[in-house]
């Protein structure tokens, strides 16, 4: 896949969060223009001085049409760890990637999506479909991505820097958070990036500096395949409700045609 357009304008979606903030300033450390789509913008003022900021609700697709517009890339750091509704994942986790898709229209900006080590699992404790559901929608958009499943932040010791990407779902391990925002900025900026889904861990050693050779190790998603290239086939689409399908046919339609 060639170079995608130049990048500059970088909205930040889940901006004021643990991870959303320390992903603005790897923005900004990169020389891009990060905006922060936030849903109380006197709070966000106090927890991201400085930083361009707009309005919006991942449950209101109307805002997101003005937020997303003129973005040349996404950062989707977004969680509904704080939200208390039984079905908050389905909400945020979920529906606000669908939201953006959809209020996307034509438009074709680069992807950065962070899900979780543990998006195919399902024998770990909490584990839930939502966060890969929410990548399929991606991947069925045609939009040109990279999936970053993180392990658990605040589980690497300072020594382990050497950053792990495994692909098929069976990785597990720490990860600090910096290397994570660092991954997901990277990824914008990396042709070899293009289409692919991955672990991220790290283990003993130091941090790697060729980010295109890193990356390239990586085997790239088949175009349009809702799942990563080596995911395991336990959930099947056929068995999932029919709004879920109906979403990603929706996602997939023509007019995001790459
Ligand atoms: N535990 C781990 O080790 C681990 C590993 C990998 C990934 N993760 C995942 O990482 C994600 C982010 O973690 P975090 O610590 O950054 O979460 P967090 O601090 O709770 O931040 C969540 C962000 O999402 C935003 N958000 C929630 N609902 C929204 C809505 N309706 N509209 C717009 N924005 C909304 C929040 O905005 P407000 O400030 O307005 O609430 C906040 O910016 C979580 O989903 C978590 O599952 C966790």
Redesign the pocket.
Known sequence: MSQQQNITDVLM????????RIAVQAAQHHGLRPRA????IR?AEKLLPGVELVH????DPASLRRALHGADALVL???????SRPDARAH??YG?VRNILLALGDARPRVAL????CATRHDVPGANPWKRRSERLLRASGLPYTIVR??????ADPTQRRLVLDQGGTADGGIARDQITETLVRSLLTDSALGKTFELTATDGEEQNDWSVLLSALKADAPRSVDGILDPANLPVTAEPQALRADLDAAGSPRKAG
Do not use: Q, Y
């Not at 919006?56 to 449950?59: A, S």
């Not at 750091?77 to 939200?83: E, K």
């Not at 993180?150 to 589980?155: K, R, T, V, Y």
């Open positions: 979606v889940g901006a004021t969060g643990s991870f959303g789509l936030v849903r109380d709070r919006g609700d991942l449950e750091t977004h969680g509904s760890g704080s939200d945020i986790d606000g962070m899900t979780s080590v993180p392990g658990w932040f605040d589980h």
